[in-house]
């Protein structure tokens, strides 16, 4: 697959913490921590990619079901246990949380050595901090892009913040929305839930589809969906404006 760079990361910025950077492959994070944590990091990335890789040599089904999947065994890795366990409270295939999956075991291990941490893995973006954040919503050609952002206060951390779109990127999605943004404590469930709402949602029309799939997940804590200049908000969700 050949790598598009991620042009929205030229905004992104936090002074008060070191950025850099790991791409293994399909793996592609952005990191901000207290330190420049490249090596821990990228070993993190390395054992948890090998985990993943080797049970789906294992067991193809794994990565090719777009349906729930959790007839595992007891042995299976716990990163693989918890991508089905999380896709299947949403109705959908494993792998449609891989890449909160990534975000949020790299993310907790990088805990072990900082303070705070946020990591970005194309949109799907695990984060503990101490300060407030801003984190900005990227829906391709949509208004709202580099315009609205939304507003985390540390308490409301560790959390997931995962993103789906129709219209921009690679990632499977049956729907059109320019993009559906889900929060909750799991990265790994919000990343799988975002998929799932992504695919409900062609039209503005569809808003309401989304918003009564998410009241239906207990453990998710906010969602926004935007179509071309057209937004909906539920949950706990705090938007500012930015320039």
């Not at 309401?208 to 453990?219: L, Q, T």
Request: charge should be neutral; aromatic fraction near 6%.
């Amino acid at each position: 697959m050949a790598y598009k760079v991620k042009k929205y990361r030229s905004r992104i910025t936090s002074d008060d913490l070191v950025s850099f950077r790991v791409r293994i492959r399909e793996t592609d994070l952005l990191i901000r921590a207290d330190q420049d944590l490249t090596e821990v990091a990228t070993n993190t990335v390395l054992r948890y990619r090998k985990f993943l890789e080797e049970y789906i040599q294992a067991d193809p089904f794994f990565q090719a079901t777009l349906e729930p999947y959790l007839d595992l065994p007891v042995t299976a890795p716990k990163i693989v246990q918890q991508m089905a366990r999380a896709a299947a409270q949403v109705g959908i295939g494993p792998m449609a949380a891989v890449a909160g999956a990534i975000s949020e075991f790299v993310g907790t291990k990088l805990l072990e050595h900082s303070s705070q941490i946020i990591v970005e893995n194309g949109g799907d973006i695990f984060l503990k901090t101490k300060a407030p954040r801003l984190i900005g919503l990227y829906a391709g050609s949509s208004p709202f892009t580099h315009k609205v952002a939304l507003s985390v206060q540390p308490g409301d951390t560790p959390l997931g913040i995962c993103t789906s779109s129709g219209t921009v990127g690679h990632s499977l999605s049956y729907g059109q929305a320019d993009a559906v943004v889900v929060t909750a404590q799991s990265a790994l469930l919000a990343d799988a839930a975002a998929t799932a709402i992504g695919n409900l949602v062609n039209e503005p029309e569809d808003f309401s589809k989304g918003i009564e799939f998410a009241k239906g997940i207990s453990s998710l804590r906010g969602l926004v969906i935007i179509k071309n200049d057209q937004m909906a908000v539920w949950g706990e969700i705090q938007l500012e404006k930015i320039n």
